[in-house]
Each structure stands twice: as structure tokens, then as C-alpha cells.
């Protein structure tokens, strides 16, 4: 049980840190339900839980990066703005690539609601 509590302070900490990850929790929310109004196939979800998880996933490093360059240093850096710009960059590239393979499967069921 000890194993799990160190995992539920890290989503506690990242709930109160980072506004972007509830956004993101609440993005994913609603593809989910679009999800189930949709009928989405299996493969279909097997797309859509990769996209939201790689979306997670990738705002949790940039918050670690975040902590972990704060703690390196609290005075302005060049190598330590690199650091945190180029992880906040991961988070803009999974989002797009989210983005990217929600419309390629939401698109055509939507369009089939106009036929």
C-alpha cells in the first residue's frame, strides 16, 4: 500500500501546481464521453487512450522538470529557461498529435450524423 502513496501526493502536487493538467484531464473527459456517444471500435480506443495518456504523461515530466531546475537554481539561467521550454514543448507536441488523431477519428463520425 506504501508504494501507492508517494504516486498520489506527486497527482496532488500536480493538481494544485499545474492548471494545465486538469485542463487536460477535463479534455480527456470529454473525449471519452464523445467516445461512448460514438460508439467508438476497440482500435479506435486504442488510439484515443495512447493520445490522452501521451498528453498526461508529458505534463507530468514537464512539471518535474519544472521542480527539479527550481530547485537547481532560483536565479534566471539560460541552460535552466532552455530546460523548462523545451519540456513545455514536449507537452505542445503530444497535444498536437492528440489533437491530430482525435479528428482523424471523430471527424467521420461526425460527418455521419449529416447523412
Known sequence: MKRFIYPLHGLIILLKKDRNFMLHLFAALLV???????????VEWLFIVIAVFTVLF???????????VDLVTTDYHELAKHAKDTASFAV????????IIGLII???????MFK
Open 32 to 42: 471519452v464521453l464523445m467516445g461512448f456517444i460514438f460508439g467508438l471500435k476497440q
Open 58 to 68: 508529458m505534463e507530468v515530466i514537464n512539471t518535474s522538470v519544472e521542480y527539479v
Open 92 to 99: 505542445v507536441l503530444a497535444s498536437m498529435m492528440s489533437a
Open 106 to 112: 471523430f471527424i467521420p463520425h461526425i460527418l455521419s
